[in-house]
């Protein structure tokens, strides 16, 4: 089973930016796109921002364009998420999955998260 460990969440004043990264256990972690997610307080899961196995190409949430960015390193299976201009509606537990290419997890399993906390 692939492990999925989140880091680097915390709290930070609006128009801050934050760089969570997210370690993946596994071999065939380059064979697969990416992908970061997000749950703030009384909703559901949703999707933030992907990248292609290459890392080629990226897509991203109408909510994260423009001021995010994720980028993947395959020898060290990570991807990261930089996030520029937070504003407190970007609250919330951040998490990161392997994605199906259009926004949907693969694995129906999560880790712990790294909680974002934007204050005004």
């Known amino acids: 089973q692939v492990q999925l460990v989140e880091s680097g969440g915390g709290l930070v004043q609006a128009g801050g930016s934050l760089r969570l990264s997210c370690a993946v256990s596994?071999?065939?972690?380059?064979?697969?796109?990416m992908a970061w997610f997000r749950q703030a307080p009384g909703k559901e899961r949703e999707f933030v921002a992907g990248?292609?196995?290459?890392?080629?190409?990226?897509y991203y949430a109408d909510s994260a364009k423009g001021r995010f960015s994720i980028s993947r390193d395959n020898a060290k299976n990570t991807v990261y998420l930089q996030m520029n201009s937070l504003n407190p509606e970007d609250t919330a537990v951040y998490y990161c999955?392997?994605?199906?290419?259009?926004?949907?997890?693969?694995?129906?399993?999560w880790g712990q998260g790294t909680q974002v906390t934007v204050s005004s």
């Open positions: 999955n392997a994605d199906r290419g259009d926004g949907t997890p693969k694995y129906d399993y």
């Open positions: 596994g071999r065939t972690f380059s064979t697969y796109a």
């Open positions: 990248i292609s196995w290459s890392g080629g190409s990226t």
